[in-house]
């Protein structure tokens, strides 16, 4: 019995069971084997799987306090409050559409060396400054998407809308304001027990910043335009107003191709890639687009999820590769109030690599299901400026084991976890020059480095609860928490709190 | 199934970002020049560019001519120089031919030849 | 009947006796002792002995240089006749008659003129000022007297001339004549007039001598406002070893444009590296020449207004004991004045307003020293400047393009010539600096107070002139020369 709950876990990686039974589904969120990234990036893919109308509305409250956060440039904290509805309509046996809608009001702080949102999609290419401070954020997100299958045919559209505005009420006052838009198209055909699946996405992402100083007595700082490893394009920095105000325009298309066993169990291979553009420009300055970036993605998995007994596993093996270009303008002189892009060159160049190995094994028995979810990998990054020459490379080696129980009691379902982890690194170089790098922004590339290639060790738990107040209902809460021990750097610390009521 | 999507840029990105610069010196009244020098550590003294604010130091002029890479881009040049005739005598020499945003020199080519008229100040 | 008859004949007898009587008289006689009289030029008195026995009578020509004391008599008597001094050249005569009876007697009087004198001459050097000079020629001489220029004008009066000559302001040295006749052409005087033309004092600075040290055009920060005081000022040094006067300095604004609109228009001009720099408006410091000396390595302070404006505002400064400060009277509000102040003397203003310092770095200053011999007038007529400006301008709204063409000399710019240049210095900010207003040779680079236009942080920051080893750096480039961003030196 319990086996056969187990399975029927198994069978999905999206919570989706009749409306009026939770229970599998409510299983199948504590599994770890069943997160298939295949079946994640697809838009109809879930259709393999039992699935049911449902709709899932929760509080979160998100938040970290990091002594020596991991970039300065997102803040050494955050405290998120998040309301996320989810539904899944079942139009019929064959049919069902999606839709989500996410709303997110928080603070991070002390952001500093970036006044820009979204830094991790848009480094090095960012606005920046000294000072910094907190930075109030709020986010609306939107999905929706359909899909069908017809016979062994599956396919299905879908689109995400991401609205977010970021803004600091004290000097300097950056104001973003950001427009992500994605669609994406699947479709899909069933031979034999597997079942392949081709995803296409487009991307349209804009953001437009400003940065202003309202201070009678002037700006207090100055804003640099980074262009890569402490260089910025000099001739913009400053604070007047009028050089400070830019938009991002950029577009970007993906790709991934799965295949994945039609029931659970099989072999499950993943291949993804994208390339995504965007252009830095100059609002006052006739739109002129001073930096570009281009990053492109390629991602690989292939894995098996398998059972013996009791016992359900799933192996896979990944490897991740990003690669960042920027390019800078040489824009003319503006004579006549016009500026115009001469030529641009590459200057900037970033390669991420990780490779590793992750397995997630349950062992069901009767009064519970122990969870075991061992990782690890490597990753190396590497990132030059053309000239003057500028280099920053480290890697590591990770490695991380989540341990578990989950308890299905009554009306109850407890589970609870407790994560440890290590990171070591491996190699290093940093070489940043004097000449034409501003010493404060030296000072912050060196931190940047210390912090990224230092030792770290994690613990982390997380706690789970959630009562079926009817066949229709339930009521969930999900606490976790997150610890990291920098050597001689002080601990980072993560939380998340929700609470779910779950139809 | 790799997918590169061409940028959405207007300009293909250029291979080569230096330039080969060849300064050449035009005095009045076309006494051979054995030298000039430019001294870096006075402000007004700029071979900059006006993008990237890479202020690079003049070699010594030879004669009337000196050579040096610099990063592509668009520049404003102005010096005083200390001009040494081949007779012996000197003089202070001035350019300012591209001291400002309105008057620059763009130098995008891998090779560029750029005509100094000075004025003789002392 | 008898009675009658007795009467009658003595009557007639009485008759008879008087014709016997008659009968009895000598003959007329009428003579003069002196029938000419020669006198001097210098006149006096003459006697002419009447000898007569009869009445006569005199009658003179009628001519007014001598008179008679008595015009008839009789029998002997003295006529003394006055004659008057003689001025002219010439001898001149006359005569009167004495006559009685049929008799008559003509008395002439020659008067003898002046020998001529030797010329009077005179060579004399004056200086270039207008002047009065009186030159003593021999008296008693009726003379005419001119100059053969215009720029002296005489008097005269017996046994003086004197010669006024007006200010020399045609910049060279000059020579008049001035020439006094008697009559008949007669030579009488000469004055040759050597007029130098007007120096300035040796002491006068010479270009580099005299240094802009600090321009504070952006005032202070008014609290709780994005404006500023109107504390402005400039400093200017005496960066020689000597003591220098300052008098008639001359303090300009630039008359080309430096900067680029935010909308990119801009102006060009004909090129001007090393034979001057253009001008506008133009103030003087008061003074003849020495009147305020300056000394070694100490400064003066323009300032707008000689105010104390620390008293309302505490970041302000007090410039009530500035040297000179710009008073322009009543244009379009009062500008104030402080008595104490010597204020600046207008030679040319383009703009009918009091006048200030742009507080965004738009402007460029000079200060030069004309000769001695300029004057404003003499500026606006003869140091116009001619050319075309040519006004470009892209629309970045429509993209069409506009230009127009200027002349020069229809508008307010004047050419001060390099040798009158002491120093310059050319204001911007580096978003609109388009071109420098100063010639190459007079500062070829820029400095500034803000580091953009309209930079809030501008108020309260001035441009101040690097020092090495006590001394001034010139280098007649003012990225060079100048510390941007530089805390006042009036700032406590």
């Known amino acids: 019995m319990r086996r056969l709950l187990v399975i029927s876990f198994m069978l999905l990686s999206i919570a989706a069971v009749d409306a009026q039974d939770l229970s599998s589904r409510r299983m199948a969120r504590q599994s770890s084997v069943l997160r298939a990234s295949e079946i994640d990036g697809s838009v109809a893919a879930y259709l393999y799987g039992p699935w049911s109308s449902y709709t899932e509305a929760g509080v979160l409250l998100k938040g970290r306090d990091e002594k020596a956060p991991e970039y300065v440039q997102e803040g050494n904290g955050e405290n998120l409050g998040i309301v996320d509805i989810r539904t899944l309509v079942r139009m019929d046996s064959l049919s069902a559409v999606r839709g989500s809608v996410r709303y997110s009001n928080g603070l991070r702080r002390n952001v500093c060396w970036n006044s820009s949102s979204d830094f991790r999609l848009l480094y090095p290419y960012v606005m920046a400054d000294s000072i910094g401070g907190n930075l109030s954020r709020e986010q609306y997100e939107f999905s929706g998407s359909y899909a069908a299958r017809r016979g062994r045919w599956h396919y299905g559209l879908g689109a995400q809308y991401r609205a977010l505005h970021e803004y600091r009420q004290v000097d300097p006052r950056p104001r973003n304001i950001v427009s992500d838009l994605s669609a994406s198209a699947s479709a899909g055909y069933q031979f034999g027990g597997s079942v392949l699946d081709l995803t296409v996405s487009y991307r349209k992402y804009v953001q437009s910043q400003n940065v202003d100083f309202f201070n009678e007595r002037g700006a207090n700082t100055t804003e640099f335009h980074f262009t890569g490893l402490g260089s910025h394009f000099y001739r913009y920095m400053g604070s007047n107003s009028s050089l400070l105000q830019t938009r991002y325009e950029g577009e970007g298309v993906s790709m991934a191709a799965s295949i994945f066993p039609v029931s659970v169990y099989g072999f499950r291979a993943r291949l993804a890639a994208s390339s995504f553009s965007i252009a830095h420009c100059l609002t006052n300055q006739s739109d002129v687009p001073y930096t570009y970036l281009y990053t492109r993605t390629l991602s690989a998995s292939a894995g098996h999820i398998g059972h013996d007994g009791d016992l359900s596993y799933s192996i896979d093996l990944y490897g991740d590769l990003e690669d960042r270009r920027g390019t800078e303008s040489v824009i003319d002189n503006g004579g006549g109030g016009y500026y115009a892009e001469l030529m641009h060159f590459k200057m900037y160049s970033a390669t991420s690599v990780e490779g590793g190995l992750r397995g997630a094994f349950e062992l069901a028995r009767p009064y519970g299901t122990w969870t075991v979810a061992p990782s690890a990998c490597y990753d190396r990054f590497f990132s030059d400026y053309e000239y003057p020459y500028r280099k920053m490379m480290f890697s590591d080696f990770r490695a991380s084991i989540e341990a578990g129980f989950i308890k299905d009691w009554k009306s109850w379902i407890f589970s609870g976890s407790v994560a440890g982890g290590c990171v070591k690194a491996l190699s290093d170089e940093l070489e940043i020059p004097d000449d034409y790098t501003i010493p404060e922004i030296k000072d912050a590339y060196e931190a940047l480095f210390a912090r990224h290639t230092s030792d770290l060790r994690s613990a982390g738990l997380r706690l789970y609860a959630e009562k079926m107040l009817s066949r229709r209902f339930s009521l969930g809460l999900d606490a976790s928490c997150k610890r990291l021990f920098l050597s001689g750097a002080g601990n980072s610390d993560y939380y998340e709190l929700s609470i779910s009521v779950n139809f | ?122 | 009947m008898m009675k009658k008859f007795f009467v009658l004949m003595l009557a007639a007898a009485a008759l008879f006796a008087a014709c016997n009587k008659d009968e009895e008289v000598k003959n007329p006689e009428l003579s003069v002792n002196n029938d000419k009289i020669v006198c001097s030029a210098n006149g006096g008195f003459f006697t002419v002995d009447v000898k007569s026995n009869i009445k006569w009578t005199v009658k003179t020509d009628d001519q007014s240089w001598y008179s008679l004391d008595k015009m008839s008599g009789e029998n002997d008597g003295v006529i003394t006749v006055t004659i008057d001094p003689l001025s002219e050249m010439t001898d001149r005569n006359a005569s009167f008659e004495v006559f009685g009876e049929d008799l008559k007697v003509v008395v002439s009087v020659v008067q003898k003129a002046k020998e001529a004198p030797e010329v009077t001459k005179y060579t004399v050097d004056v200086s270039a000022e207008e002047g009065s000079y009186v030159y003593d020629v021999p008296a008693g001489y009726d003379f005419t007297v001119s100059s053969d220029v215009d720029w002296i004008s005489v008097e005269k009066a017996d046994g003086k001339i004197t010669v006024n000559v007006s200010a020399n302001t045609s910049g060279e040295s000059r020579t008049g004549k001035v020439s006094a006749y008697l009559d008949k052409d007669i030579l009488f005087a000469e004055i040759v007039v050597n007029q130098g033309k007007l120096e300035s004092s040796p002491l006068a600075p010479k270009p580099g001598e005299l240094l802009i040290e600090e321009v504070y055009f952006t005032g202070s920060l008014i609290e709780g406002t994005t404006s500023s005081a109107a504390d402005k000022y400039i400093r200017l040094t005496n960066n020689s070893d000597h003591l220098v006067y300052v008098d008639r300095v001359m303090f300009c604004k630039n008359y080309m444009d430096g900067f680029i609109t935010n909308v990119g228009a801009f102006s060009t001009y004909p090129t001007l590296d090393t034979e001057g720099i253009a001008v506008t408006d133009m103030y003087v410091i008061p003074g003849s020449g020495e009147d305020y000396p300056v000394l070694s390595g100490e400064s003066i302070i323009i300032a707008i207004d000689a105010q104390n404006f620390s008293e309302e505002n505490p970041n302000a400064f007090d410039l009530s004991k500035a040297d000179f400060e710009f008073n322009d009277g009543v244009i379009d509000v009062e500008d104030s004045d402080n008595p104490d102040v010597p204020d600046m003397i207008v030679w040319f203003k383009q703009l009918h307003s009091n006048t200030y310092f742009h507080n965004r770095g738009y402007e460029s200053y000079a200060i030069v020293l004309p000769p001695a011999y300029e004057t404003a007038e003499t500026i606006m007529t003869n140091h116009h400047w001619t050319g075309t400006r040519i006004w470009d301008w892209t629309s970045p709204y429509n993209g069409e393009n506009y230009h127009f063409e200027y002349d020069i000399a229809d508008e307010d710019a004047f050419l001060i010539p390099a040798e009158w240049v002491l120093d310059a210095v050319n204001c911007t900010t580096e978003d609109t600096f388009y071109r420098n207003p100063w010639g190459a040779a007079f500062d070829a680079g820029w400095t500034h107070a803000g580091d953009f236009d309209g930079d809030i942080s501008r108020f309260g920051k001035s441009v101040r002139r690097l020092s090495v080893d006590g001394k001034l750096v010139d280098t007649n480039n003012s990225t060079n020369d100048f510390i941007p961003n530089a805390t006042p030196t009036l700032k406590k």
């Open chain 2, 1 to 122: 199934m790799l997918l590169v999507v061409a940028a959405g840029c207007s300009k293909p990105v250029e291979d080569n970002i230096y330039c080969d610069v060849t300064l050449r010196l035009s005095l009045p009244g076309g006494k051979e020049v054995a030298s000039m020098t430019v001294n870096p550590a006075l402000r007004g003294n700029m071979f900059k560019n006006i993008n990237t604010g890479i202020n690079y130091p003049y070699p010594e002029f030879v004669g009337d001519v000196c050579k040096m890479t610099v990063q592509k881009g668009v520049y404003m040049i102005a010096f005083d120089g200390d001009v040494v005739y081949s007779d012996g005598t000197s003089v202070l020499v001035r350019f300012t031919g591209y001291n400002s945003l309105s008057n620059v020199r763009n130098l995008l080519e891998d090779e560029e030849t750029v005509e100094l008229s000075v004025i003789v100040l002392r």
